[in-house]
């Protein structure tokens, strides 16, 4: 059995924006929280591709991993994720090939198969709307060849990328990657932090159809989990509602600016709404120092996860850094009890 004592922390974050901020300021919260948790010996920081929502500042998202990267020294950098089917493997291999050189042994390469845009954005990007991703292994194999040694008579060649050997990551929220990542012998992350519905099933498939390969001997799963911490229960409670209105600002195509926290949800959404949110937070922790320990715990105890990756809407950013020292503390506490 896995203990809290021995599961890595990571974080992923889509630079979210406020109602009263800019992108740049996203962008220098996200520097600042990729330090603050270096300094808590987390072990990566991810950062989402999303287009044409006006919440949120991490699109480019080579370019925001360069960045992050460039600010801090230890943690992992990386993608979670780059949407395969929105770009040439090519074009992935080179640009996080260029990042592996620059910051050898730190750059992650995380691959969704998901478009994670409107027929709009899709037809913006040039990729054929018609896809339906059902390519994504293929496209995955041609990354792993661009990115692995260069052998005889390879006519396509990435520079920087060839022989980086930069790690892949599959991520979902389905049963798809999870068989795939089995397949390959790949390390698995699944997007429990919005889509919970097939968390359990999916680590299963993953685990028991497991394949060790040249990356891993074995299983290796990270679980997406929601993290709003404070000094309180009642005070997280609060807080929380800016995810909450986010979330139902994205199920109503509204702004997805961060809003400030209120004091009652009532009035704001209605009850088939509420529900809705409940079940994208269901793997949510969120509370005082003590019950996040607990909810960590249970988490731990039913997924058996090796790693968390945290996401953490909060409006307010030093209460969004103390929600991590909470999270850390509840590590520490077990480390020093083991």
């Known amino acids: 059995m896995k203990t809290l004592a021995e599961t890595a922390f990571s974080v992923l974050d889509l630079a979210p924006i406020r109602d009263d901020g800019t992108p740049a300021d996203a962008l220098h919260n996200s520097l600042s929280l990729a330090r603050h948790v ?3 010996d987390f072990t990566r920081f991810w950062l989402a591709e999303h287009h044409n929502m006006d919440g949120i500042a991490s699109a480019a998202t080579s370019v925001v991993i360069g960045y992050v990267a460039g600010g801090t020294t230890r943690i992992r950098v990386g993608s979670g994720g780059v949407m395969l089917p929105n770009h040439p493997p090519l074009v992935v291999a080179e640009n996080f090939g260029t990042l592996a050189t620059l910051y050898p042994g730190r750059i992650d390469l995380g691959l969704g198969r998901a478009p994670g845009a409107d027929q709009y954005t899709m037809r913006a990007l040039r990729r054929d709307s018609g896809s339906n991703g059902e390519d994504f292994p293929e496209q995955v194999a041609e990354l792993q060849e661009l990115l692995g040694p260069r052998h005889p008579g390879q006519r396509l060649l990435a520079m920087p990328g060839s022989g980086t050997n930069v790690p ?10 999870a068989q795939l990542a089995a397949r390959e012998g790949l390390p698995y992350a699944f997007a429990s932090h919005f889509a919970p519905r097939f968390l359990h099933d999916a680590i299963r498939l993953y685990r028991d ?4 390969s040249a990356v891993l001997d074995k299983p290796y799963v990270a679980i997406g989990v929601p993290l709003v911490a404070a000094d309180t229960d009642a005070e997280a409670t609060f807080l929380a509602t800016t995810a909450y209105q986010r979330v139902l600002s994205l199920m109503r195509g509204e702004s997805l600016r961060m809003k400030p926290p209120v004091a009652n949800m009532a009035g704001l959404w ?3 709404e509420q529900q809705a949110v409940k079940n994208f937070f269901d793997m949510a922790v969120v509370g005082g120092p003590d019950t996040v320990r607990a909810r960590l715990n249970a988490i731990l ?3 058996q996860a090796d790693e968390m990756i945290f996401t953490c809407d909060m409006y307010d950013h030093a209460k969004r850094l103390h929600a991590f020292d909470i999270a850390a503390a509840a590590r520490g506490e077990a480390r020093a009890a083991a």
């Not at 892949?168 to 990657?177: D, K, M, P, R, V």
């Open 301 to 303: 105890e039913k997924t």
């Open 209 to 212: 159809n497991f394949r060790p």
């Open 38 to 40: 270096e300094a808590l």
């Open 168 to 177: 892949i990551w599959l991520l979902g929220s389905s049963l798809f990657s």
């Open 270 to 272: 209605q009850p088939q």
